[in-house]
């Protein structure tokens, strides 16, 4: 259930980014057109939440749309151009910019540690592990290929991580934004600025299916096991070449429908997302691996293994405890000064 609650808190996480990147495109043209102190330019993120949600309703009506190949083709060359875009910005900002104007310890350490939790939701990446397994073949041994894929994944998505995280600062200092594509550290080529965004929506309408389809799955064979004489849940009726289930489209629907609510009320990128990354990182992602690997190694107790991977699962459930303290700290100081469905970009 935990690892569905990590589904689930990403594909809210994945509404939210992508309707701010949407609002940031309208903002860049207006931003070059009008200026860019111009305060006009602002915009309410409903708008773009409900079109990002109509969207995700009739994506989530595709059968086994997460075994699609171009799916991930795609996904995977819309990450690398967007991480591109921000790394090549930042490098052309870098040269002659100071750190800015310093803050108080006490708000730079709250900050660093929400930061922490943004990282630890970056590195939950056991729900990816399941898409890797699921797309494995079965002509080689799976622990060698599973192996060989979360090494190479984790170590690229680290690179750019890294690389993105140190030239954003060292570009933007202690202003440096939480997505710096939409906060608008960058103005100019405003053109480039919007293909990266338009790179962001495209990446998270398939990641947001991706992701949540086994949610969708669980829930759809639960309902049939538990009601199987019910016509609403069994039924299937055939459009053309497309069986549709009005099961179907009704659950997947509301659940679009009740994510994009959320958004709307919590609208909180960088808290939001390290929320979910502190509570999800330790659990899923360090202490049950690690657990799982001393039992099936047989490792004794209080040799040398044993200790250090205890000692690294200890440091990591510190690390996910203040990034949590961090995260709610960031979302209390957010909702004190937020209008209820009045988020604005």
């Not at 079965?138 to 680290?158: D, I, Q």
């Amino acid at each position: 259930m935990a690892q569905y609650g990590i589904l689930i808190g990403a594909t809210i996480g994945y509404t939210i980014t992508a309707a701010i990147s949407m609002a940031a495109i309208k903002r860049s043209n207006c931003f070059h057109t009008k200026g860019h102190h111009n305060g006009s330019c602002h915009t309410l993120n409903n708008s773009y939440l409900i079109m990002f949600a109509i969207i995700e309703i009739v994506l989530s009506q595709i059968p086994n749309f997460h075994k699609l190949t171009l799916v991930s083709i795609l996904a995977t060359i819309m990450s690398f151009t967007y991480a591109t875009i921000g790394i090549g910005l930042s490098i052309a900002k870098i040269a002659g910019i100071p750190v800015g104007k310093d803050m108080p310890s006490v708000e730079k350490m709250w900050t660093t540690f929400s930061a922490i939790g943004d990282i630890a939701f970056a590195y939950s990446f056991c729900p990816v592990l399941l898409e890797i397994q699921d797309t494995l073949r079965s002509s080689h041994p799976e622990n060698k290929v599973m192996k060989r894929a979360s090494t190479v994944g984790v170590s690229a998505s680290t690179f750019f991580y890294m690389i993105c995280g140190t030239l954003g600062y060292a570009a933007f200092g202690n202003n440096a934004p939480g997505n710096y594509l939409t906060g608008f550290g960058f103005y100019e080529p405003f053109w480039l600025i919007d293909f990266g965004n338009l790179c962001i929506v495209i990446h998270l309408l398939g990641a947001y299916q991706v992701y949540i389809q086994p949610f969708f799955a669980f829930v759809e064979c639960w309902s049939n096991e538990k009601w199987p004489e019910n016509k609403f849940i069994r039924k299937e009726y055939l459009v053309g070449k497309l069986r549709v289930s009005i099961f179907r489209l009704t659950w997947r629907s509301a659940y679009v429908g009740l994510v994009t609510l959320v958004a709307m009320i919590f609208p909180f990128f960088n808290s939001f997302l390290g929320l979910i990354g502190a509570t999800t990182f330790w659990p899923l992602t360090v202490y049950f691996p690690i657990e799982m690997y001393i039992s099936t190694a047989k490792i004794k107790k209080n040799c040398w293994t044993w200790v250090w991977m205890k000692v690294l699962s200890f440091t990591c459930l510190i690390v996910s405890l203040v990034a949590a303290a961090g995260s709610i700290r960031g979302l209390v100081v957010s909702v004190e000064s937020f209008k209820l469905f009045h988020s604005v970009s």
